[in-house]
């Protein structure tokens, strides 16, 4: 009896896919955004994403307790990666404020498809509007570090380097978010806006 209990129980493991808790969540995170992308966020649901991986809704919840949840984690995740990306350009020692500003890329410019199309796409605007401020946030310590160093560097002269920050990459995202605009269009804006800034924050000469 024991030995066909065993054998029972060791075939019904075999039959199933086990993967590492990290490469699993990954995969239920992907598959999520690719969902997003083609449904909204709204048009999505747990049970969709669950038939596409051909898992349990219970399994999909045992890594996010919602679907909200999900799209934090995936926000966070893509936010944290553009920030990465962006900080050799803005963390750039060797040259003026000024030029790191003009160096910086735009959108999409190191990558393409997966988490780039689930954010950017059209039914994906919800999601471009939190990954936006999730990016502000992460971005405006760092920018604020910069402007520090420009005022040592005597770039730009400022009294409060905290609230220049925060109106530099904050004042944003009434731009980021005109999606009548297309992306690399909002991005020179923004640009143009950031160089008028420090132009006009450069001491007299």
């Given at each position: 009896?024991?030995?066909?209990?065993?054998?029972?129980?060791?075939?019904?493991?075999?039959?199933?896919?086990?993967?590492?808790?990290?490469?699993?969540?990954?995969?239920i995170?992907?598959?999520?955004?690719?969902?997003f992308?083609?449904?909204?966020?709204?048009?999505?649901?747990?049970?969709?994403?669950?038939?596409?991986?051909?898992?349990?809704?219970?399994?999909?919840y045992?890594?996010?307790?919602?679907?909200?949840?999900?799209l934090?984690?995936?926000?966070?995740?893509?936010?944290?990666?553009?920030?990465?990306?962006?900080?050799?350009?803005?963390?750039?020692?060797?040259?003026?404020?000024?030029?790191?500003?003009?160096?910086?890329?735009?959108?999409?410019?190191?990558?393409?498809?997966?988490?780039?199309?689930?954010?950017?796409?059209?039914?994906?605007?919800?999601?471009?509007?939190?990954?936006?401020?999730?990016?502000?946030?992460?971005?405006?310590?760092?920018?604020?570090?910069?402007l520090?160093?420009?005022?040592?560097?005597?770039?730009?002269?400022?009294?409060?380097?905290?609230?220049?920050?925060?109106?530099?990459?904050?004042?944003?995202?009434?731009?980021?978010?005109?999606?009548?605009?297309?992306?690399?269009?909002?991005?020179?804006?923004?640009?143009?806006?950031?160089?008028?800034?420090?132009?006009?924050?450069?001491?007299?000469?």
């Amino acid at each position: 009896m024991l030995y066909f209990l065993h054998h029972w129980m060791g075939g019904a493991f075999m039959g199933r896919t086990v993967k590492q808790p990290e490469v699993r969540r990954q995969e239920i995170l992907k598959a999520a955004l690719d969902l997003f992308c083609e449904k909204g966020y709204e048009g999505a649901s747990i049970a969709d994403l669950a038939r596409r991986l051909g898992i349990s809704q219970g399994l999909c919840y045992r890594y996010f307790p919602s679907k909200r949840a999900l799209l934090d984690c995936a926000v966070d995740q893509y936010a944290q990666q553009q920030v990465r990306m962006l900080s050799p350009v803005l963390c750039d020692a060797a040259k003026s404020l000024r030029q790191r500003m003009l160096d910086m890329p735009a959108p999409g410019h190191y990558e393409t498809g997966g988490f780039y199309d689930a954010f950017h796409s059209e039914s994906g605007r919800r999601m471009h509007q939190i990954l936006s401020v999730r990016v502000c946030e992460l971005l405006t310590p760092l920018v604020q570090k910069q402007l520090e160093h420009a005022i040592k560097a005597g770039e730009i002269v400022s009294n409060d380097p905290e609230s220049d920050a925060s109106f530099l990459i904050w004042g944003q995202l009434g731009l980021l978010t005109r999606f009548d605009l297309p992306g690399r269009e909002r991005f020179r804006r923004v640009q143009r806006w950031v160089i008028a800034w420090l132009d006009a924050a450069a001491p007299a000469r």
